[in-house]
């Protein structure tokens, strides 16, 4: 059974940086498109950054094009998230998860299963 472990989060200020990991355990990883998500108070969950099994692929939503970098180690298992220039708006709960099929990509949140348990990002003003 795959699980998936978040951590990195914390509070920071404007303009200030974080780096998330998300260590993975079963499964196989390296065959599998990881995304990083985020969920802010009383909104609905949002797909941040996605990478391909290879490192091949990514995937950015605008809102954070050029501040943050997902990458991807697979002999450790796990996927990064830079985020640098960090904005107020940029707080939220941050989750990783695993894409459902491996060796597709996309970024749909419908197609991700095995949700972390999320870290927590605070960015102060």
């Known amino acids: 059974q795959v699980q998936l472990v978040e951590s990195g989060g914390g509070l920071v200020q404007a303009g200030g940086s974080l780096r998330l990991s998300c260590a993975a355990s079963g499964g196989t990883f390296s065959l599998f498109t990881m995304g990083w998500f985020r969920q802010a108070p009383g909104k609905e969950r949002e797909s941040v950054a996605t990478?391909?099994?290879?490192?091949?692929?990514?995937y950015y939503a605008d809102s954070v094009k050029g501040r943050f970098t997902i990458s991807r180690d697979n002999a450790k298992n796990t996927v990064y998230l830079q985020m640098n220039s960090l904005k107020p708006e940029d707080t939220a709960v941050y989750y990783c998860a695993r894409r459902r099929v491996a060796l597709t990509n996309g970024n749909q949140i419908n197609e991700y299963i095995n949700w972390g348990q999320g870290t927590q990002v605070t960015v102060s003003s």
């Open positions: 990478i391909s099994w290879n490192g091949g692929s990514t």
